[in-house]
């Protein structure tokens, strides 16, 4: 089975502090991605990463970074967090070519007060 | 990517099958049907998906119509854990992103 990690269920933070979510995969997909769910805006995509030290952005960017220094391992940055990034982020992967199979974590909830 | 409708609630038995429709009328040729589901505040998992044949895993089963304009999962025996939102998807060859619409949330009764 394909195993999506994510390092933390739960998260609060201060406004202004910088917040790691780090995601770990082991099926050895080439493709790795950052989402966020928020009620009524349904998944939206941040970043994508297709290779190690490659990335692409999504559709909201803003406010994000990413690392991908090992093929299973992706992190998203908030360099500082506010409180609209208040939200359910989604680390997901898959193989190379477009259309496989995504698979998703279990997800990080961030609450930014 | 061609959009989806889909009912927004359905009901079931616990044991009983759970017949889950989903339009797709405007689905083009290299476009596959996904679906995922999401139990409350957990990330979406990954049930099935096809492109024109029937397809059946541990999990669920995919009937596409003929003309790909409709298909319908079904979860053989429903029971209480298969509660959650049932997100129907349609994907071509060349995505390498998702994007969920409002599902059906289904609700499995004892």
Request: hydrophobic share 30%; net charge neutral.
């Amino acid at each position: 089975d394909v195993k999506v990690t994510q390092s933390s269920r739960y998260l609060v933070k201060r406004t202004g502090e910088k917040v790691f979510l780090e995601c770990v995969q082991d099926m050895d997909h080439e493709n790795m991605f950052w989402y966020r769910q928020d009620p009524g805006l349904g998944l939206r995509l941040i970043y994508f990463s297709y290779d190690v030290k490659m990335k692409e952005k999504g559709d909201i960017p803003e406010g994000y970074s990413v690392s991908r220094e090992k093929k299973e391992r992706f992190s998203l940055i908030l360099e500082s967090a506010s409180t609209n990034q208040t939200s359910m982020y989604l680390c997901a992967s898959s193989r190379h070519r477009a259309g496989n199979t995504i698979y998703f974590g279990e997800g990080s909830w961030l609450t930014v007060v | 990517d061609a959009k989806t409708t889909q009912p927004t609630s359905m009901d079931c038995a616990e044991g009983r099958a759970a017949n889950l429709p989903c339009n797709h009328s405007t689905i083009s040729g290299n476009e596959y049907v996904y679906w995922y589901r999401q139990i409350h505040s957990q990330g979406p998992q990954y049930i099935i998906h096809g492109l024109k044949n029937n397809e059946t895993n541990e999990m669920a089963s995919l009937i596409i119509t003929e003309d790909r304009k409709s298909s319908t999962l079904i979860l053989p025996h429903a029971t209480l854990r298969d509660t959650a939102v049932y997100y129907c998807i349609v994907r071509g060859g060349n995505d390498y992103k998702l994007s969920f619409g409002a599902g059906t949330t289904v609700t499995v009764r004892a």
